[in-house]
């Protein structure tokens, strides 16, 4: 990309999952547009690949949750390496999302349940002889009373 702005821009287009980035790019620096991605939303694994040993850009770095930052000039093994290991953290993360949307599913299932047996009970109750089936249960009401 030509500049930092032109970057967010794509990435709001594309919504990819890696981004490697420079620390200094015309218009907003590579730290900015880590920022900028994490204000929007964005789930994004960042790699920084720069010139700058200093660790004020590697500590605020940190602070955003980047990946890694590579420190150029860069071996292709160490980059591949890294590539891979931001891969698989970012489809650890696709497979906790996943399980974590299939338990509230299934917990909303379980509430839809016990909601319909609980309308069927009533609706026995209304419409039948008279007698209490569930009442033969052991049964707890826990909560206030109105």
């Known amino acids: 990309m ?3 702005e032109t970057a967010l821009q ?3 287009e594309k919504a990819p999952d890696i981004v490697l980035t420079d620390i200094k790019m015309p218009k907003l620096d590579g730290l900015g547009l880590i ?4 204000e929007r939303g964005y789930d994004i694994r960042f790699i920084i690949i720069s010139g700058y040993k200093e660790f004020d850009y590697a500590h605020r770095a940190i602070g955003y949750g980047v990946d890694s930052y590579l420190l150029k000039p860069i071996q292709e093994m160490e980059l591949n390496a890294t590539i891979q290991a931001a891969i698989e ?3 650890q993360q696709n497979t ?3 399980k974590e949307d299939l ?13 319909n047996y609980l309308k069927k009970m009533c609706l026995h109750i209304e419409g039948g ?3 209490l089936p569930f009442l ?11």
């Not at 033969?136 to 109105?146: D, E, L, P």
């Open 2 to 4: 030509e500049n930092g």
């Open 10 to 12: 794509v990435i709001g």
């Open 35 to 38: 920022a900028a991605c994490k």
């Open 89 to 91: 953290k970012k489809d």
């Open 96 to 98: 906790l999302d996943k």
């Open 103 to 115: 338990l509230l599913q299934v917990e909303e299932r379980e509430k839809q349940i016990k909601r």
């Open 129 to 131: 002889n008279g007698e």
């Open 136 to 146: 033969s249960m052991k049964t707890i009401f826990i909560g206030q009373s109105a």
